[in-house]
């Protein structure tokens, strides 16, 4: 073990932040899945000090690293007793950062408490505290398959007619969510017995959905971004349908989302992190919270916020769990950024499940200019989104004058752009 250097511990880790590390300062280790090692250049795993494999099931269940915490926690023992108590403890994933925060409890680590990352991972207590706090939150209830019905029938009385949302309390990227066309519907669901242990019923709130993200120093917000999404997460992840957002151009609406945001934050008591929240802006002009985390957002928003804004979100949490200065000198927002007045991103899916092989790809010639920067897959390329839950055929980042001119030239790319291929290897 070399002197002076400090050891920073990683719970989880994906090649796509290896940026952000700085493998020769500090004696770099890590605990991760035994699938997720595997998907890792031999070059780049190289460069930890060391890596410890959980035996933990390849899916997209955010939950095992958590219930693989006592295991988690005798493998961080072992990495101590070989390179000294880990001095900070980094998790940059919506499935790492509860087991990271109860890690640093057990060592004494400064950084995100296990109070505040389970307010970020458990929608009920979530919703709970920021009720209690003043912030508008849809009308929940705990759910299970031993959930009286008696108990469900009285809170839907007091929804709106409508559909009717239910999903599990710690999972992201719209996995296991339903939505019921009605209240009838979730009692038919609990009466066959559909409704599982660790979910909650949710009431439907209409509007377009903002996805916020941000970086948070000692209790400061000192980047914030609003992004309202052009269709949702379900509808891609379900209905195999494009995923995009657009950042808003109006400065008294960012203002107000904001100051709702700062609100959320300190209720939660999330100080130094980055994050990603949600939530609704209604036809009556309210906004409505929907769930956070305490991690930077997936998806594009990370290539969008580094090419577009400078500011780099993964890089910003690391620092954080480091307890290093934010790169962010200056408090700011995306309207600081005259050029280009509006952008986004935008994932065209993927569709296939298994490997599929590109066979032609239609109008990358035909792309409007607006486009600041496209992955495309080439033909013969095999695409399989193995270990990535955002399943895509291509995605861009647009600019543009304005939100509904970047929204235009994003239509025009879904209406052009095709991949066709056929079932890989």
Same mark, same amino acid.
């Given at each position: 073990?070399?002197?002076?250097?400090?050891?920073?511990?990683?719970? /989880?880790?994906?090649?796509?932040?290896?940026?952000?590390?700085?493998?020769?300062?500090?004696?770099?280790?890590?605990?991760?899945?035994?699938?997720?090692?595997?998907?890792?250049?031999?070059?780049?795993?190289?460069?930890?000090?060391?890596?410890?494999?959980?035996?933990?099931?390849?899916?997209?269940?955010?939950?095992?690293?958590?219930?693989?915490?006592?295991?988690?926690?005798?493998?961080?023992?072992?990495?101590?007793?070989?390179?000294?108590?880990?001095?900070?403890?980094?998790?940059?994933?919506?499935?790492?950062?509860?087991?990271?925060?109860?890690?640093?409890?057990?060592?004494?680590?400064?950084?995100?408490?296990?109070?505040?990352?389970?307010?970020?991972?458990?929608?009920?207590?979530?919703?709970?505290?920021?009720?209690?706090?003043?912030?508008?939150?849809?009308?929940?209830?705990?759910?299970?398959?031993?959930?009286?019905?008696?108990?469900?029938?009285?809170?839907?009385?007091?929804?709106?007619?409508?559909?009717?949302?239910?999903?599990?309390?710690?999972?992201?990227?719209?996995?296991?969510?339903?939505?019921?066309?009605?209240?009838?519907?979730?009692?038919?669901?609990?009466?066959?017995?559909?409704?599982?242990?660790?979910?909650?019923? !949710? !009431?439907?709130?209409?509007?377009?959905?903002?996805?916020?993200? /941000?970086?948070?120093?000692?209790? !400061? +917000?000192?980047?914030?971004?609003?992004?309202?999404?052009?269709?949702?997460?379900?509808?891609?992840?379900?209905?195999?349908?494009?995923?995009?957002?657009?950042?808003?151009?109006?400065? !008294?609406?960012?203002?107000? +989302?904001?100051?709702?945001?700062?609100?959320?934050?300190?209720?939660?008591?999330?100080?130094?992190?980055?994050?990603?929240?949600?939530?609704?802006?209604?036809?009556?002009?309210?906004?409505?919270?929907?769930?956070?985390?305490?991690?930077?957002?997936?998806?594009?928003?990370?290539?969008?916020?580094?090419?577009?804004?400078?500011?780099?979100?993964?890089?910003?949490?690391?620092?954080?769990? &480091?307890?290093?200065?934010?790169?962010?000198?200056?408090?700011?927002?995306? &309207?600081?950024?005259?050029?280009?007045?509006?952008?986004?991103?935008?994932?065209?899916?993927?569709?296939?499940?298994?490997?599929?092989?590109?066979?032609?790809?239609?109008?990358?010639?035909?792309?409007?200019?607006?486009?600041?920067?496209?992955?495309?897959?080439?033909?013969?390329?095999?695409?399989?989104?193995? /270990?990535?839950?955002?399943?895509?055929?291509?995605?861009?980042?647009?600019?543009?004058?304005?939100?509904?001119?970047?929204?235009?030239?994003?239509?025009?790319?879904?209406?052009?752009?095709?991949?066709?291929?056929?079932?890989?290897?």
């Amino acid at each position: 073990m070399s002197p002076g250097k400090r050891h920073v511990v990683h719970v /989880g880790f994906h090649a796509s932040e290896a940026h952000t590390v700085d493998f020769d300062a500090d004696h770099v280790t890590a605990v991760m899945a035994r699938g997720s090692r595997s998907r890792l250049p031999e070059e780049l795993a190289s460069r930890f000090a060391r890596i410890a494999l959980l035996d933990l099931p390849d899916s997209a269940d955010l939950e095992t690293y958590d219930r693989a915490f006592d295991r988690m926690r005798e493998l961080v023992d072992e990495l101590a007793a070989e390179f000294g108590p880990p001095d900070a403890i980094v998790a940059l994933y919506e499935h790492t950062t509860l087991p990271a925060a109860r890690l640093r409890e057990h060592f004494g680590v400064p950084g995100t408490s296990v109070r505040t990352a389970l307010l970020c991972r458990d929608k009920v207590p979530m919703k709970e505290v920021l009720s209690a706090a003043g912030v508008p939150v849809p009308r929940f209830l705990p759910v299970g398959p031993r959930t009286p019905a008696a108990e469900l029938e009285d809170f839907v009385r007091g929804l709106p007619p409508g559909p009717v949302v239910l999903k599990p309390r710690s999972q992201g990227a719209s996995i296991g969510v339903r939505i019921l066309d009605d209240a009838d519907d979730l009692l038919a669901v609990a009466a066959e017995g559909g409704i599982e242990a660790g979910y909650e019923v !949710e !009431e439907f709130v209409a509007g377009p959905i903002y996805h916020i993200d /941000g970086v948070v120093r000692d209790g !400061e +917000m000192r980047w914030f971004c609003a992004s309202r999404y052009l269709d949702t997460c379900f509808n891609f992840q379900h209905g195999n349908q494009p995923l995009a957002a657009v950042t808003s151009d109006d400065p !008294e609406l960012t203002a107000r +989302m904001r100051e709702f945001t700062a609100t959320v934050l300190d209720a939660l008591g999330l100080a130094d992190s980055t994050f990603h929240m949600e939530l609704f802006h209604t036809p009556d002009d309210r906004l409505v919270f929907l769930e956070i985390g305490n991690r930077f957002g997936g998806a594009g928003i990370s290539w969008h916020q580094r090419t577009v804004f400078g500011v780099d979100l993964a890089r910003e949490a690391v620092l954080a769990c &480091l307890g290093r200065p934010s790169e962010v000198v200056t408090p700011r927002t995306m &309207l600081d950024t005259p050029e280009p007045a509006a952008s986004g991103w935008l994932y065209m899916p993927l569709g296939a499940r298994g490997p599929v092989q590109v066979l032609d790809v239609t109008a990358p010639d035909e792309l409007p200019d607006e486009v600041l920067s496209a992955d495309i897959p080439a033909v013969g390329d095999v695409l399989n989104g193995r /270990g990535n839950v955002w399943r895509t055929s291509g995605r861009f980042l647009v600019g543009g004058p304005s939100e509904a001119a970047v929204e235009q030239s994003m239509g025009r790319i879904v209406d052009t752009y095709t991949l066709t291929t056929k079932a890989g290897d």
